[in-house]
């Protein structure tokens, strides 16, 4: 997770007195508006969960209230905070943590638990008319959904939820995959203030190889189904001519089976598209298409007019990545992320012994870092023979009250950093476990 506070706010509590408010955003999308006396509090629950030793620093108590630079010191402290207590993963998989960003988006944006019908969508439109509290969290959220369905418990977390954006030109794009320390509810509704979204499932795995464990249950092989034509419709798979003849025979005869077997052979199937953005690579201010899928960045760069050169970017040989946000001049405000400037960065093994940094820049970003998460999660954990987490092996509370989650994966090491060359801004370097394997690569 990619967590700032780019900015604050001034508000007044119920007695009109003003306090600053700290605006923390979460993987690009502002979450919750907090003052620092909550965030103390938040620190304190922590110690008395994890002990102090497991905390970095916390900002100092000030008799007299911060203004100015002061302030931005104490906002960059905060924030260098939470990123790295996020980055534990005992820490942030526990209800403490949870909780708290919970909470906080609830009461930043007044509203209370109440009962609500949300609508959930399949990739081909399909409504399913949830009847939900407005503060489930995601899981909570997933769970009746695929009990509506009647989707089997051990398949529910083979997908997720994902916010989708409606596009001027009609066309669909994911924003981003919804976490458990959201209400979905709270969040859609936070962000159709500013434009169309929905609410859609989709399988959150990268592997095909997991297609076999949906295919023979009828429920499991239909989601699939519905996603995978969806993406073939719309062009995020490939197929030949004769490909989609043949694809359009098996739907013909209902063969859904067959045809899903047939899709994972087409180029592109199980990635995820990104819209055109820019590049550095193989030089400044090339347009790139970028796909996220089958353990890779696969980027298509128009090298001149016309012309396409297709590069592929493995994880496994990705040493480490970093997001980089530059606030613009001038005031923004906390719901408004255009104001700032997204790059992906990763330093790629080239060569042997060639280190390589690529940048692209993109309002999708996060997404990219977030994809890129993803895979490399799921590769540690098939190495480690663990498999996709279901309902019953939730965070469990121990005797002392801290959470404990066997599905975490304890190979990734993040650190924060500060990236260079910019001026505000802020940064996560994500060190890349399985970049290991590639230092032995026969095509080195």
């Not at 969508?121 to 503060?135: A, K």
Request: hydrophobic residues 35%; aromatic residues 8%; glycine residues 4%.
């Amino acid at each position: 997770m990619h967590f700032s506070i780019p900015d604050t706010q001034e508000l007044k509590d119920e007695n009109s007195t003003p306090y600053t408010s700290f605006n923390i955003h979460i993987n690009g999308v502002f979450h919750c508006s907090v003052r620092y006396s909550a965030l103390y509090a938040f620190h304190e629950q922590l110690q008395k969960e994890f002990g102090s030793k497991s905390l970095p620093p916390f900002p100092p108590k000030k008799l007299l209230p911060l203004t100015g630079p002061k302030l931005d010191e104490r906002r960059l402290m905060l924030e260098k905070y939470i990123q790295i207590v996020s980055q534990e993963p005992v820490i942030a998989s526990s209800d403490a943590f949870n909780g708290f960003l919970l909470s906080a988006q609830q009461e930043t944006q007044k509203e209370q638990a109440e009962s609500v019908t949300l609508d959930v969508f399949l990739m081909n439109g399909h409504r399913i008319p949830l009847n939900i509290m407005s503060t489930d969290q995601t899981e909570e959220v997933l769970e009746t959904v695929a009990s509506q369905i009647d989707l089997p418990e051990e398949f529910v977390y083979y997908f997720g939820l994902y916010l989708v954006k409606k596009e001027d030109k009609g066309d669909n794009s994911i924003v981003r995959k919804f976490q458990d320390f959201e209400s979905p509810y709270i969040s859609l509704k936070s962000a159709n203030k500013e434009a169309t979204h929905r609410i859609v499932m989709r399988k959150s795995y990268w592997d095909p190889a997991y297609d076999d464990d949906l295919l023979e249950n009828k429920v499991a092989m239909n989601l699939l189904y519905v996603q995978v034509t969806n993406d073939i419709e719309r062009q995020w798979v490939l197929a030949t001519k004769d490909q989609l003849k043949h694809l359009s025979t098996l739907q013909e005869r209902n063969s859904k089976r067959e045809y899903l077997r047939m899709a994972r052979t087409l180029k592109y199937y199980g990635y995820i598209q990104f819209r055109s953005s820019l590049t550095d690579y193989p030089k400044s201010n090339s347009r790139v298409l970028i796909a996220a899928g089958n353990q890779e960045l696969n980027f298509r760069v128009e090298v001149s007019p016309g012309t396409i050169k297709e590069g592929v970017f493995k994880i496994t040989r990705i040493r480490c990545w970093r997001i980089t946000t530059t606030i613009n001049n001038g005031s923004g405000t906390s719901n408004n992320p255009s104001m700032s400037q997204l790059e992906l960065s990763f330093e790629y093994l080239m060569a042997k012994d060639k280190l390589q940094w690529v940048t692209v820049s993109s309002d999708q970003a996060i997404l990219m870092s977030m994809c890129l998460q993803g895979m490399v999660e799921e590769l540690i954990n098939k190495k480690q023979g663990k498999k996709i987490k279901r309902p019953q092996d939730k965070v469990k509370k121990t005797r002392k009250g801290q959470s404990r989650d066997s599905s975490i994966p304890t190979g990734i090491n993040r650190q924060v950093s500060s990236p260079e060359g910019l001026g505000t801004q802020n940064g996560d370097a994500v060190t890349n476990s399985a970049f290991d394997d590639a230092i032995g690569d026969d095509d080195l």
